[in-house]
């Protein structure tokens, strides 16, 4: 088998509402051997992967997949079935997936979802080369493809931490996106209504706070000042300094780094000159400053403070094990590693015990050795610290908190000034006051991880991404979501989110639109290039200041990468017609119009989906909505709209000459139709369309009727506001119309505003990339033909085709309507405008259907201020 296509689609697309990985896979010669040519598969796959017994596939009960196994499948369904289940034997469960026959025999479409995305392309190729061996009788090794799938898991799972905080969120509701794949840097929500955190540091924690915390000194000062309790002691950076600090509070004391963190350099209970002398040291070696303080005695506890409230307490102790009379430490050392919540390091709820130099002077002060056997029920510690990262164990003990412990955690929050923020305190018990007992705060952390809240050894876990959340996002009813508008059809697209942004922000709503020319942040533009994708989504919706997205969408995003967001809150579906078939395993108008109704099926409930009502292609993707349907429609007589309009239903048309909003008994009038700039006093039908759309957009959008009158005033087709589409410019005497029309529809949308310009002759640059069918070039070419007295054809990006192709098709075209249109033919297109430029005269209409729109302009602008306008320009 070979992978031909392999990739995630991470929103919503073609084949699912959700995201899934795409794998367009080429059996080869499996093709010949479906299922039911080999025997003994069933059982083999059976043996391998019991659990896929619970598959229930089209069958519908579980044993289904195996039963379809039995009676013949193919190889590449084999590998759906057998992705989802890999996926879920490393702890993600998925469930969905389909697999289709593509346009050529022994291609096969794998759709199968993902949880994560690394690990869902692994397991598709771990299928793949799974499935072949299934055919080919070699060995199958599932233990080794399942430590190879964890360990994709591992490298690129989010923390414990920071999955707490993303799992809350989610559970609100609240989108979250990773900003780097290497981090824990996430963003929560969208738009203007975003927060991010890095682990559990926020937007919100205070950089003094968190400088603070980082300096055990500067701490204790602050604390000390304010009457809690902490070791007294002091920095040196000498050991003769250090000896005279002990000598001073007297001993036992403990050293530690100034700056430092997991306990690293940390040694506890000294209690001679001589240990001091090798702490220092050891200290020392971590950063230069040393404190030495007093060892207080007790037990070690950490609270964690979220937004002033206290919400969890734990009991921590170092690494240690318990005798049981006949092992040695280091057998129960090892038993204790067996335990599958210790990983290494960060990456599991514990973590494994490294016996280290610590670990064997420990064991030497209390002539202790590894092969030592202790006493049943004897506690050893290995660690003099009681950090989880080295092996230490918690114990929940959040509901023991005495309320004056619980309000001196909650005070220190305040005085360091964090958000969040973790609290070492030694004390006997949380049950009482301080001041009752031996305690003090050792260090206080910015950024504390919350794994042993999450789930202590002992106790009950504590939901602290909860409060992180409702810290971010203090409205229970915030989901920290922006509108989405998104819009999409085969023609119109870039016009109707211009415009509709345009309404936006004259409503003055601050916009973020992304279409196939530019990424705009209100009125700057801040990225140029083709963004109807759904990186550009993803563009749009993290900037800052958004408070609604406007998105083109067009096919090769839906198809490529799916939609970059969940779900949209108004959806426009423009129209469908034929254009760019034959790619992506699109070659039907049927298939195309479920590609762009993706959009529509992504509308939120509750939200809006816009629907041109004269399109019956537009008008069968109502199925797919779930929300409500506005529809926008040019006759204003048909019966599909009065049937919605008196059901309530709001329908945008055009009445007396007026755009109108209608619903129920209710005709608004919105404005006449030719105070709209962009409909050329409404002979661009086209575009009367696309301000129906815009305004039924902008409408559901919560725009007033008097909003939208105002936007559809105030918004020209002029290379300022509407760059290479519908710009009409007159130069000395002559007119020029600008566009960007490259298929049938668009033409023949076109060719009615062209008919209406009255001209002397019309001439027309254009050209279309070779990404075309042959056929479509052709019709192209005709109809060009049909609008112009005189054609300039010259050839655009060959996409793959000799140089010449294109434009001798679109030539073939033009040539077999019977119009006596001339035509010649350039390579280039700046070629082709000089000419055209140079035969075109006074009252001629020019239309350029080029890409470099901005070199024509510049040649009107000298036509129109040269002294001899007639003249070459
Ligand atoms: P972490 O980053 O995990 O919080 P750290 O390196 O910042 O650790 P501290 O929190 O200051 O270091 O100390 C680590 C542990 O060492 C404490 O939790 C406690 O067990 C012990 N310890 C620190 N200071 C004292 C002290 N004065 N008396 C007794 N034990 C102490
Ligand atoms: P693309 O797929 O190239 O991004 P688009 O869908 O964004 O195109 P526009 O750039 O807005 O569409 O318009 C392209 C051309 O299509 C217009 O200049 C016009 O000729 C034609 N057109 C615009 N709107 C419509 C419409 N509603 N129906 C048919 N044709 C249209
Ligand atoms: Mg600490
Ligand atoms: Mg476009």
Same mark, same amino acid.
């Given at each position: 088998?070979?992978?031909?296509?392999?990739?995630?689609?991470?929103?919503?697309?073609?084949?699912?509402?959700?995201?899934?990985?795409?794998?367009?896979?080429?059996?080869?010669?499996?093709?010949?051997?479906?299922?039911?040519?080999?025997?003994?598969?069933?059982?083999?796959?059976?043996?391998?992967?019991?659990?896929?017994?619970?598959?229930?596939?089209?069958?519908?009960?579980?044993?289904?997949?195996?039963?379809?196994? /039995?009676?013949?499948?193919?190889?590449?369904?084999?590998?759906?079935?057998?992705?989802?289940?890999?996926?879920?034997?490393?702890?993600?469960?998925?469930?969905?997936?389909?697999?289709?026959?593509?346009?050529?025999?022994?291609?096969?479409?794998?759709?199968?979802?993902?949880?994560?995305?690394?690990?869902?392309?692994?397991?598709?190729?771990?299928?793949?080369?799974?499935?072949?061996?299934?055919?080919?009788?070699?060995?199958?090794?599932?233990? /080794?493809?399942?430590?190879?799938?964890?360990?994709?898991?591992?490298?690129?799972?989010?923390?414990?931490?920071?999955?707490?905080?993303?799992?809350?969120?989610?559970?609100?509701?609240?989108?979250?996106?990773?900003?780097?794949?290497?981090?824990?840097?996430?963003?929560?929500?969208?738009?203007?209504?975003?927060?991010?955190?890095?682990?559990?540091?926020?937007?919100?924690?205070?950089?003094?706070?968190?400088?603070?915390?980082?300096?055990?000194?500067?701490?204790?000062?602050?604390?000390?000042?304010?009457?809690?309790?902490?070791?007294?002691?002091?920095?040196?950076?000498?050991?003769?300094?250090?000896?005279?600090?002990?000598?001073?509070?007297?001993?036992?004391?403990?050293?530690?780094?100034?700056?430092?963190?997991?306990?690293?350099?940390?040694?506890?209970?000294?209690?001679?000159?001589?240990?001091?002398?090798?702490?220092?040291?050891?200290?020392?070696?971590?950063?230069?400053?040393?404190?030495?303080?007093?060892? !207080?005695?007790?037990?070690?506890?950490?609270?964690?403070?979220?937004?002033?409230?206290?919400?969890?307490?734990?009991?921590?102790?170092?690494?240690?094990?318990?005798?049981?009379?006949?092992?040695?430490?280091?057998?129960?050392?090892?038993?204790?590693?067996?335990?599958?919540?210790?990983?290494?390091?960060?990456?599991?709820?514990?973590?494994?015990?490294?016996?280290?130099?610590?670990?064997?002077?420990?064991?030497?002060?209390?002539?202790?050795?590894?092969?030592?056997?202790?006493?049943?029920?004897?506690?050893?510690?290995?660690?003099?610290?009681?950090?989880?990262?080295?092996?230490?164990?918690?114990?929940?003990?959040?509901?023991?908190?005495?309320?004056?412990?619980?309000? /001196?955690?909650?005070?220190?929050?305040?005085? #360091?000034?964090?958000?969040?923020?973790?609290?070492?305190?030694?004390?006997?018990?949380?049950?009482?006051?301080?001041?009752?007992?031996?305690?003090?705060?050792?260090?206080?952390?910015?950024?504390?991880?919350?794994?042993?809240?999450?789930?202590?050894?002992?106790?009950?876990?504590?939901?602290?991404?909860?409060?992180? !959340?409702?810290?971010?996002?203090?409205?229970?009813?915030?989901?920290?979501?922006?509108? #989405?508008?998104?819009?999409?059809?085969?023609?119109?697209?870039?016009?109707?989110?211009?415009?509709?942004?345009?309404?936006?922000?004259?409503?003055?709503?601050?916009?973020?639109?992304?279409?196939?020319?530019?990424?705009?942040?209100?009125?700057?533009?801040?990225?140029?290039?083709?963004?109807?994708?759904?990186?550009?989504?993803? #563009?749009?919706?993290?900037?800052?200041?958004?408070?609604?997205?406007?998105?083109?969408?067009?096919?090769?995003?839906?198809?490529?990468?799916?939609?970059?967001?969940?779900?949209?809150?108004?959806?426009?579906?423009?129209?469908?017609?034929?254009?760019?078939?034959?790619?992506?395993?699109?070659?039907?108008?049927?298939?195309?119009?479920?590609?762009?109704?993706?959009?529509?099926?992504?509308?939120?409930?509750?939200?809006?989906?816009?629907?041109?009502?004269?399109?019956?292609?537009?008008?069968?993707?109502?199925?797919?909505?779930?929300?409500?349907?506005?529809?926008?429609?040019?006759?204003?007589?048909?019966?599909?709209?009065?049937?919605?309009?008196?059901?309530?239903?709001?329908?945008?048309?055009?009445?007396?000459?007026?755009?109108?909003?209608?619903?129920?008994?209710?005709?608004?009038?919105?404005?006449?139709?030719?105070?709209?700039?962009?409909?050329?006093?409404?002979?661009?039908?086209?575009? !009367?369309?696309?301000?129906?759309?815009?305004?039924?957009?902008?409408?559901?959008?919560?725009?007033?009727?008097?909003?939208?009158?105002?936007?559809?005033?105030?918004?020209?087709?002029?290379?300022?506001?509407?760059?290479?589409?519908?710009?009409?410019?007159?130069?000395?005497?002559?007119?020029?119309? #600008?566009?960007?029309?490259?298929?049938?529809?668009?033409?023949?949308?076109?060719?009615?505003?062209?008919?209406?310009?009255?001209?002397?002759?019309?001439?027309?640059?254009?050209?279309?990339?070779?990404?075309?069918?042959?056929?479509?070039?052709? /019709?192209?070419?005709?109809?060009?033909?049909?609008?112009?007295?005189?054609?300039?054809?010259?050839?655009?990006?060959?996409?793959?085709?000799?140089?010449?192709?294109?434009?001798?098709?679109?030539?073939?075209?033009?040539?077999?309507?019977?119009?006596?249109?001339?035509?010649?033919?350039?390579?280039?297109?700046?070629?082709?405008?000089?000419?055209?430029?140079?035969?075109?005269?006074?009252?001629?209409?020019? !239309?350029?259907?080029?890409?470099?729109?901005?070199?024509?302009?510049?040649?009107?602008?000298?036509?129109?201020?040269?002294?001899?306008?007639?003249?070459?320009?």
């Amino acid at each position: 088998m070979n992978i031909l296509e392999h990739r995630a689609l991470r929103g919503p697309n073609y084949y699912s509402r959700y995201q899934a990985i795409f794998l367009r896979l080429d059996i080869g010669e499996l093709e010949q051997r479906p299922s039911d040519t080999a025997p003994d598969i069933v059982q083999r796959i059976s043996e391998l992967i019991p659990t896929l017994q619970e598959h229930r596939c089209s069958v519908g009960r579980p044993g289904g997949f195996l039963e379809r196994l /039995a009676r013949g499948t193919w190889a590449g369904h084999i590998v759906e079935h057998v992705a989802i289940e890999l996926q879920n034997l490393i702890g993600f469960s998925v469930g969905y997936g389909k697999t289709i026959d593509a346009y050529d025999s022994g291609i096969y479409n794998v759709i199968y979802r993902y949880r994560d995305e690394a690990c869902g392309l692994a397991a598709g190729v771990e299928a793949v080369d799974f499935v072949e061996r299934l055919f080919s009788g070699d060995a199958i090794d599932m233990p /080794a493809i399942i430590t190879r799938l964890k360990n994709v898991r591992d490298d690129n799972m989010l923390g414990p931490s920071t999955a707490a905080i993303v799992e809350a969120a989610g559970n609100r509701g609240i989108p979250s996106t990773r900003l780097s794949e290497d981090s824990s840097y996430v963003q929560l929500g969208q738009g203007h209504r975003q927060q991010r955190i890095q682990a559990t540091v926020t937007w919100r924690t205070n950089l003094i706070g968190a400088g603070i915390a980082d300096d055990k000194n500067w701490t204790k000062q602050i604390l000390d000042d304010a009457g809690i309790p902490v070791p007294q002691g002091r920095v040196c950076e000498s050991y003769s300094e250090a000896l005279d600090i002990a000598r001073d509070i007297g001993y036992p004391v403990v050293t530690k780094p100034l700056i430092g963190n997991h306990g690293r350099g940390i040694s506890t209970d000294i209690d001679d000159d001589q240990a001091l002398r090798e702490a220092f040291d050891i200290a020392a070696n971590r950063y230069p400053s040393v404190i030495v303080e007093k060892y !207080v005695k007790g037990e070690d506890h950490r609270l964690l403070v979220i937004n002033g409230q206290l919400v969890a307490a734990a009991r921590r102790r170092p690494a240690h094990v318990i005798g049981d009379g006949e092992s040695s430490i280091q057998a129960l050392v090892d038993v204790e590693n067996g335990d599958p919540r210790r990983g290494v390091g960060h990456e599991n709820l514990l973590t494994q015990i490294q016996i280290d130099e610590q670990s064997l002077r420990l064991l030497d002060q209390q002539n202790l050795t590894l092969q030592s056997v202790i006493a049943k029920d004897e506690i050893v510690y290995l660690k003099s610290t009681a950090n989880l990262s080295t092996g230490g164990t918690a114990t929940d003990v959040t509901d023991d908190v005495h309320p004056e412990v619980k309000y /001196a955690a909650e005070r220190i929050a305040r005085l #360091i000034g964090l958000d969040i923020i973790g609290i070492d305190l030694l004390s006997e018990t949380l049950t009482r006051p301080l001041e009752d007992q031996s305690a003090a705060v050792v260090e206080v952390n910015a950024g504390p991880g919350f794994r042993m809240h999450l789930s202590p050894t002992h106790g009950l876990g504590r939901n602290v991404g909860r409060p992180v !959340v409702d810290m971010l996002f203090p409205d229970s009813d915030d989901n920290g979501r922006v509108p #989405i508008a998104a819009v999409t059809g085969t023609n119109g697209k870039t016009t109707t989110v211009r415009l509709l942004a345009h309404l936006l922000r004259h409503a003055r709503r601050s916009v973020g639109m992304a279409c196939t020319g530019t990424i705009e942040i209100n009125n700057h533009v801040i990225m140029r290039g083709d963004y109807s994708g759904p990186q550009a989504a993803a #563009i749009v919706l993290r900037e800052p200041t958004v408070e609604y997205a406007v998105l083109e969408v067009a096919r090769g995003g839906i198809m490529r990468r799916g939609l970059g967001f969940d779900e949209c809150d108004v959806g426009v579906l423009l129209n469908i017609a034929s254009d760019h078939l034959g790619e992506h395993d699109i070659h039907t108008l049927e298939e195309l119009a479920r590609c762009k109704s993706v959009v529509i099926d992504a509308v939120r409930q509750g939200g809006t989906a816009v629907l041109n009502a004269d399109d019956p292609r537009v008008l069968d993707s109502r199925q797919w909505a779930r929300g409500n349907i506005v529809f926008f429609t040019l006759d204003p007589d048909s019966p599909t709209i009065r049937e919605h309009v008196n059901e309530h239903g709001v329908a945008f048309t055009v009445h007396n000459e007026r755009i109108v909003m209608r619903q129920g008994k209710v005709e608004a009038e919105v404005v006449p139709v030719f105070e709209v700039p962009l409909t050329f006093e409404g002979h661009a039908r086209f575009n !009367v369309a696309n301000a129906l759309a815009a305004s039924a957009a902008a409408y559901a959008l919560g725009l007033s009727i008097a909003d939208i009158q105002r936007g559809l005033q105030t918004f020209h087709p002029t290379p300022g506001q509407n760059p290479g589409r519908t710009n009409f410019i007159e130069a000395a005497g002559m007119k020029v119309l #600008i566009d960007y029309g490259h298929n049938v529809a668009a033409l023949e949308a076109l060719g009615e505003l062209v008919s209406c310009i009255p001209a002397h002759r019309r001439l027309c640059v254009a050209g279309a990339p070779g990404n075309r069918r042959d056929e479509d070039l052709v /019709a192209l070419g005709a109809q060009l033909a049909r609008m112009h007295d005189s054609l300039f054809i010259f050839d655009s990006d060959p996409r793959g085709r000799a140089p010449g192709e294109t434009s001798a098709l679109i030539r073939s075209g033009a040539d077999s309507i019977e119009d006596n249109c001339q035509v010649e033919v350039f390579m280039e297109e700046r070629q082709a405008v000089a000419k055209a430029f140079d035969q075109a005269s006074e009252g001629d209409l020019l !239309v350029l259907l080029i890409d470099d729109t901005e070199s024509a302009i510049e040649r009107l602008r000298g036509r129109r201020f040269a002294p001899d306008a007639s003249g070459d320009p």
